[in-house]
């Protein structure tokens, strides 16, 4: 990349001064002004330099509170949301105390930490295990990534002295052919743009405590727990600098006993098990007579005499976890926006015709997202952007895609996600036509600049070109799954942040320098300062956008955001010292050929980012998803509470919900 630049440089320099050399007019240039070129480009490389070894200094203390900081945030934030914060009003302190009890196992006891325990024990009961491996089981919608994420929360609001940085990941990510540290090191470099190195150097020194969660979703429908398994041997494994690794993972009760076999040799090695038992008739009781507020105990009335008098009724069990209460919520408090009468009454479950735990759950499930739609808009947030039906349609199709990933092995060498929606990975939702579209795209924009190129310069240019333009369309193509740019301008708060200023500074004054000379020779001196006052903030705009950034806490649409912006950046900002030029002191067009190069070099960036390609996915799914769907995905989240958050990626609220609206997605497209 360093050497593309400076021969960028060197490029245009000869190219401004080549018509003077070309007419013999030697004279015009100054001995001075090539000696200023020559230190131009020295100072050039010795920013790179001052670039290359600021990156190499790496604080290791520091990067860990910061880590910590942004972790902490995104997760305090994230388990209010699954507590049941609205945006308005933090019922945390009106959720269900979970308990879990310690299973039998032959490699860890939990000596010192106890037989049992609860959610808000959590902290408390994980710091007494000794070694620190903890797996969480339970039934599905028992609480275990709840239970997961208060542990990682509560972690981080009172540390003591060693402890490592807890930071969850989706256990899809988690590749097959990797390891522990690589996952790791990914997740911290795509979930918070950290630089890799740094990224690298917290999880060698061990700062870092990694919550897997979902570890029986990444084998779901394959026949086996090829995966799962291989995740397991990798977690038994590894060790670091401080012996065997810490580690926290959650995993359904089932999966987690299938691989538990010991008798095969697969076996969770000195992880103390616990598993989320069932809520209790008494605190489900308790649980809705708190929510639902004194005034609308009579509705619910015969809700409460079946959890209170009939334990082994099919409403009981259906409602024996928070999931599940949750839904019968959401669905038996919508109100009619015009008369504000409830919509449902909760009195409809009692009904003989719901004879057992799956008929009722496939009730709550079906009226769930209007539900949902309908209390995000009473609450005065975007009342009238999406009906149900079209939530409904959306959803589904994400969810069938999603569903249908578990039965692919590779789209284009990679494995697809089942969870996870990761807004830069989505185009495989229409096949390959988003990538054919972009390369297409690309290589006929890239045809018409080179011909007009080639029709307006020089002749000692337009082979240089040619050869530029060729291996330019070569390397778009080639790109399979482009990765958002991680732009961020230095911050000068922090000693990495004073070391990327200089550089860019002296890197802009160094670039701007060179044209300004190089300009100055042939047109004047007036037109030369202009072209340093012009250039200079072009190239330090440069380097900030091509070096990675200083890491940020990301949302699931940050990533794509930045790549717009990226884009933007490489395609325009050529545009403006040329502009400026051309209506300051009116160059002639031998100067205005550099525009070419670097317009053209800032469109191939473009026309290969991952920002691009989710475009081309938004066209090719006109009907099926929405135009603006990273909006929209950020409305169910945040408003309609119908998903949830993972690092950069968005998760249907539960794996029932998805599982329930993929047929649906299926029937319509059939």
């Known amino acids: 990349m360093w050497l593309a630049i400076v021969a960028l440089l060197v490029a245009g320099a000869v190219g401004v001064t080549w018509p003077a050399i070309q007419q013999g007019q030697w004279d015009g240039i100054d001995p001075g002004g090539v000696l200023g070129i020559a230190l131009g480009l020295a100072a050039t490389v010795i920013a790179s330099r001052q670039v290359v070894r600021a990156q190499r200094i790496i604080d290791v203390d520091y990067w860990a509170r910061w880590l910590a900081d942004h972790v902490g945030r995104a997760e305090a934030r994230e388990l209010r949301h699954l507590l049941g914060y609205d ?17 039998p196992t032959s490699g860890h006891q939990a000596t010192g930490a106890g037989r049992s325990g609860r959610l808000t024990e959590v902290v408390d009961y994980y710091r007494k295990l000794k070694p620190r491996r903890l797996a969480i089981t339970g039934a599905p919608g028992a609480g275990k990534t709840v239970l997961a994420v208060r542990l990682i929360v509560g972690l981080l609001a009172d540390p003591a002295p060693g402890d490592r940085v807890p930071v969850r990941l989706p256990a899809a990510e ?56 291989r995740v397991l041997h990798e977690l038994n494994s590894h060790a670091d600098i ?40 008494s605190s489900a009781l308790s649980f809705l007579e708190t929510r639902v507020g004194t005034g609308d105990l009579p509705r619910w009335g015969e809700v409460f005499d079946t959890l209170d008098f009939h334990p082994d009724a099919p409403l009981t069990r259906a409602l024996a976890n928070p999931w599940r209460l949750t839904l019968a919520l959401t669905v038996y408090q919508q109100r009619d926006p015009a008369t504000r009468a409830f919509v449902r009454e909760p009195v409809e479950l009692t009904d003989p015709g719901y004879d057992s735990p799956q008929k009722i759950r496939d009730r709550l499930l079906a ?21 149900a039906e079209q939530v409904h349609a959306w959803l589904g199709t994400l969810a069938g895609y999603l569903n249908g990933n578990r039965r692919k092995q ?3 060498g990679r494995k697809l996600p089942s969870t996870e929606i990761v807004l830069h990975e989505l185009w495989p939702l229409a096949g390959d036509r988003p990538r054919l579209l972009t390369n297409t795209l690309a290589g006929a924009s890239s045809f018409m600049i080179l011909l007009a190129v080639l029709l307006s310069i020089h002749a000692p240019s337009r082979l240089m070109l040619s050869l530029v333009g060729a291996l330019a369309l070569t390397r778009v193509t080639s790109v399979t799954w482009p990765d958002p740019w991680r732009v961020s301008l230095p911050r ?12 860019g500074a002296l890197f802009g004054l160094a670039g701007g320098t060179l044209i300004g000379l190089a300009t100055g020779l042939t047109r004047g001196f007036i037109p ?17 956008l091509l070096i990675p950034g200083d890491g940020a806490s990301l949302s699931p649409g940050d990533p794509l955001r930045k790549d717009v912006v990226a884009g933007l950046a490489f395609v325009f900002l050529p545009c403006l010292p040329f502009t400026l030029a051309y209506v300051l002191v009116g160059f002639e ?4 050929w550099l525009l070419w190069p670097l317009f053209w070099f800032g469109l191939i960036q473009a026309s290969r980012r991952a920002s691009t390609r989710y475009l081309a996915l938004i066209m090719c799914t006109r009907g099926r998803l929405p135009w603006r769907l990273s909006r929209f995905l950020r409305w169910c989240y945040r408003d309609a509470g119908i998903l949830r958050v993972a690092g950069i990626s968005y998760q249907f609220r539960h794996r029932e919900l998805q599982d329930f609206l993929a047929p649906t997605h299926v029937k319509r497209s059939s």
């Open 87 to 103: 945006g308005q009003t933090d019922l945390a302190d009106r959720s269900i105390d979970v308990e879990f009890v310690l299973q």
């Open 174 to 229: 988690c590749d097959a052919e990797g390891s522990l540290p690589t996952w790791l090191i990914s997740h911290l470099v795509t979930a918070f743009s950290m630089p890799r190195r740094v990224a690298t150097a917290l999880v060698e020194a061990g700062r870092v405590l990694p919550v897997i969660d979902g570890l029986d979703e990444v084998d779901l429908d394959t026949g086996g727990l090829p995966h799962a398994t």
């Open 367 to 387: 009226d769930y997202i209007g539900a949902s739609v309908a209390i995000a808009g009473a609450n005065g947030r975007n009342v009238s952007r999406y009906s």
């Open 528 to 544: 030369g300062i202009v072209a340093v006052a012009a250039f200079t903030p072009l190239f330090a705009l440069y380097l900030w």
């Open 589 to 592: 067009n031998s100067l205005f």
């Open 410 to 412: 590779l789209f284009n």
């Open 492 to 503: 000068p708060r922090t000693h990495l942040g004073h070391r990327r200023l200089a550089a």
């Open 242 to 281: 401080a012996g065997k690794t810490d580690v926290v993972l959650t995993c359904r009760t089932e999966q987690f006993a299938a691989l538990n076999q010991p008798q095969s040799g697969i076996q969770a090695q000195d992880f103390a098990t616990v598993q989320i038992i069932p809520v209790v008739a």
